[in-house]
Structure formats: structure tokens, C-alpha cells
Nanobody, 124 residues
Framework: VQLQASGGGLVQAGGSLRLSCASS????????MGWFRQAPGKEREFVAA????????NYADSVKGRFTISRDAADNTVYLQMNSLKPEDTAVYYC??????????????????WGRGTLVTVSS
């Protein structure tokens, strides 16, 4: 499964961005999905996840109340709406697919396919 993440860019602190993760494969609709990020000099960390229906969202404490994960089955896309962005949100953001559809796991090991990542830079 190929995943294409997009929507990254440069934004001022307090601003918003919406990331997208799309796939042309029909099986994408049956996968649980997650977003992870890796800041410069740091390990990759969990951001958000949802099950195959876009339900039971799971968020890292650092983004709760600011980020929202959702998915649109019609266009085979998962979104990460990021509001009230902070400089510490600066990172490369990756989407990932978990072929087990029901979970919203925060564990990288649960994910089978990964996109290339999109860079988000938040200036202070």
C-alpha cells in the first residue's frame, strides 16, 4: 500500500494546517490509520490514530485539544487538522496504515505501511 502525505509547510505559531494522507488502493479504507512525527534530533513519536471508520481517535497528550484526526472514505484520505500550532510541533509528519482495522494504536510496531512524510515548520 502506497501512502502519500501532503499539506505540510511553514506557519506561524498559533496558526493551522491540515495534513492529508491518500492512497489509490481500495484496501486503504479497511485499515486503521495513524500519524507520527519526528522532530530534528529526536525519535519518531505518536501523534494521533483512528480505526478504519475514523472512530475511537487516540491522541498524544501533547496534541490533545489542538489536533483532530479524521478520514473520508469517499476520497480514500485521512486528515490531520492541526490548530494552535506551536514551535515544538515542528517535525516531519508521517502517516501510517495498520492492516488490523479496529485499533487506534500509538505503537509504531503495529503499523505495516508508511508514507514518506511531510515537513511542518512552525515559527515563533
Amino acid at each position: 500500500v502506497q501512502l502519500q502525505a501532503s499539506g505540510g509547510g511553514l506557519v506561524q505559531a498559533g496558526g493551522s494546517l491540515r495534513l492529508s494522507c491518500a492512497s489509490s488502493e481500495r484496501t486503504f479504507a479497511s485499515y486503521a490509520m495513524g500519524w507520527f512525527r519526528q522532530a530534528p534530533g529526536k525519535e519518531r513519536e505518536f501523534v494521533a490514530a483512528c480505526n478504519w471508520l475514523g472512530k475511537y481517535p487516540n491522541y498524544a497528550d501533547s496534541v490533545k485539544g489542538r489536533f483532530t484526526i479524521s478520514r473520508d472514505a469517499a476520497d480514500n484520505t485521512v486528515y490531520l487538522q492541526m490548530n494552535s500550532l506551536k514551535p515544538e510541533d515542528t517535525a516531519v509528519y508521517y502517516c501510517a496504515a495498520n492492516t488490523a482495522p479496529y485499533g487506534s494504536s500509538s505503537s509504531e510496531e503495529r503499523y505495516d505501511f508508511w508514507g514518506r512524510g511531510t515537513l511542518v515548520t512552525v515559527s515563533s
